[in-house]
């Protein structure tokens, strides 16, 4: 054996030396094996059901099918990915110990759980910035809610940034260094332990969507918090006579059962409503507009306190999501962190399995919290889980 060969066998054993030759599982007994079986199962399961909920909410209700809510439907098919493809293929390996389905399909699942774990983080970003702007611009918000191509182009560059951020390293790593790291009967990505790429990565991956996530929290309730001491939002000021800020003002918010035309045409009875009163009453008294004004004064009021309730409830269905997205991932990017700069070796393989479960764990509750923090999610689900209950409670609430 020559020098050169004898030196790339021991560059090779250093390296593996630092990877688990075993997934980061302990053996097991027979029965706890089937318990951790059954529980994973459950897991995809309750994925893969809860996000098709979703998805047939969106085929079934068109109430459901405006701007805004086309993110969540982005989140849930991420999300029902993780649990028809990225669960069940770990599972015989997180049990077993080995990956027995070859180095292709290996570096499929790889490439196929990092972007869909990402692509969802980004969506929950998405989701957090369409309601910033639903509440603190509330005005030019609704002026594009027919408007589908910046939704649409914004849901794409998220599956492409996703993809970005893990998959080429994923793909083509160990051609670059010129080496593998990765024993046959193991599948991980090749960067496992490599801690500068972990440390930027997580970055972008978690701590700047954290990041952008708090701020558009904080900027919402601020912004309730200064509408609620002003006894008025901003964004419904009244503006100069026969400007267009009226119709602005007196649009329906989605989900109302006002039109746009009952809208105009309170705008139009403003207008005449002054005409018609000089031309039938002989005293000057009897002009007074000041019925009309107060009238139209609750009016507004009661708009304005609608859209104060409507963004209160935002703020807290937003703060739950996100709360939930932060303690199922801060522990897992953490741990990585440390995992990658002492190489595994200050890391139980324990704490680092359960941290990972927990990315996951996130994609199955993700469809739970929808109807807890959305009416029409609730109606939805409500018709096609419950078809009878929806119909008796949509007859009592129909007028006679």
Request: glycine residues 4%; contains cysteine; positive net charge.
């Amino acid at each position: 054996m020559d020098n050169s060969t004898a030196e790339t066998l021991h560059v090779a054993g250093a390296l593996n030396e630092t990877l688990p030759t075993q997934p980061p599982s302990p053996e097991f007994s027979l029965g706890v094996l089937v318990l951790l079986a059954f529980l994973m199962a459950l897991l995809a399961l309750v994925t893969i059901l809860g996000n098709v909920l979703v998805i047939l909410a969106f085929i079934m209700d068109r109430n459901l099918r405006h701007r805004s809510n086309y993110y969540f439907l982005n989140l849930a098919i991420s999300d029902f990915a993780v649990g028809a493809f990225c669960i069940p293929l770990y599972i015989p390996y997180c049990l077993t110990g080995k990956w027995l389905l070859g180095r292709s399909i290996c570096k499929l699942w790889l490439a196929l759980d990092y972007l869909l774990c990402t692509a969802s983080v980004f969506n929950i970003v998405l989701i957090s910035y369409d309601r910033f702007l639903s509440v603190t611009k509330a005005v030019s918000y609704r002026a594009q809610q027919g408007i589908m191509s910046n939704p649409v182009i914004k849901m794409v560059a998220i599956w492409v940034f996703a993809f970005l951020l893990y998959c080429p390293a994923i793909l083509f790593w160990e051609h670059v260094a010129g080496y593998s790291v990765v024993a046959a009967d193991q599948c991980h990505a090749e960067f496992f332990d490599n801690w500068y790429f972990l440390l930027c990565a997580s970055t972008l991956e978690f701590l700047v969507p954290l990041l952008s996530v708090t701020y558009f929290n904080v900027h919402i309730f601020h912004n309730i918090q200064r509408r609620q001491r002003h006894g008025s939002t901003q964004d419904y000021q009244p503006a100069r006579r026969d400007s267009l800020s009226w119709r602005f003002c007196l649009l329906p918010r989605p989900g109302t059962s006002s039109s746009l035309s009952e809208a105009e045409d309170s705008v139009s009875s403003l207008r005449s409503w002054r005409p018609a009163v000089m031309a039938n009453s002989p005293s000057p008294t009897q002009t007074s507009p000041t019925p009309l004004k107060r009238d139209f004064s609750v009016s507004f009021r009661s708009r304005t306190g609608s859209k104060l309730q409507q963004d209160k409830k935002i703020a807290r269905s937003l703060a739950i999501i996100v709360c939930v997205f932060a303690i199922c991932w801060a522990p897992y990017t953490l741990l990585m962190i440390i995992r990658g700069a002492c190489k595994g070796k200050c890391i139980h393989n324990s704490l680092y399995e359960i941290t990972f479960w927990l990315l996951w764990i996130n994609s199955s509750l993700n469809p739970i919290l929808y109807p807890v923090c959305h009416m029409r999610f609730r109606m939805a689900f409500m018709k096609i889980l419950c078809p009878k209950m929806f119909a008796t409670l949509r007859s009592r609430n129909t007028p006679s």
